[in-house]
């Protein structure tokens, strides 16, 4: 960037640049695999593995944890108020962990976390009926309400849907 600057930008030659030795280009760049890739190619090579029970709660583990930040862990923060799409990837990665592997060491865990996601997620809902109703969407304010009754029947946060859909009736 600074050749490029000074001889190409500015016209100056440098003479004290041409002793410099230039960082040569890497011969192979290192591949980075999503998670679903990751999760194929486990299955491909080693389907019968006694530890792939574990690589699919690593998998639930990463998008749980994804939505949480530094400040997160030592301020209290209300995650239900962020963008939920890695609480519902979480949320189908440990779905499947309990699907495949039912008696598995993590599958209690993982039903624990499914609980919490569902909640959180839920409480989410809320949140955007309530913005919905803030600026005057009132229809999408109580559809979405509706959605999230319907959705979360069991979510400690259907008392608190329920009285937004009553207020947005009102």
Do not use: C
Not at 30 to 44: D, H, N, S
Not at 94 to 115: C, G, N, T, V
């Amino acid at each position: 960037a600074l050749l490029f600057l000074y001889k190409e930008v500015l016209g100056r030659a440098l003479p004290w640049l041409d002793e410099l030795v230039r960082a040569k280009r890497p011969e192979r760049l290192p591949t980075v695999l999503t998670t679903a890739e990751v999760q194929r190619l486990l299955e491909l090579l080693y389907p019968n593995h006694k530890h792939v029970d574990y690589a699919y709660y690593l998998r639930g583990l990463v998008n749980y944890n994804r939505g949480f930040t530094f400040i997160d862990r030592y301020l209290p923060t209300d995650t239900s108020q962020r963008d939920s799409s890695g609480s519902m990837a979480a949320y189908d990665s440990f779905e499947e962990l309990i699907r495949r592997f039912p008696k598995s060491q993590y599958a209690a865990d993982a039903w624990q976390r499914m609980i919490s996601l569902k909640n959180n997620v839920a409480m989410h809902e809320v949140h955007v009926a309530r913005y919905y109703f803030s600026r005057g969407a009132y229809v999408a304010a109580i559809n979405r309400a509706q959605q999230a009754l319907s959705d979360y029947p069991e979510a400690p946060a259907l008392e608190e849907i329920r009285r937004v859909v009553t207020v947005f009736r009102e």
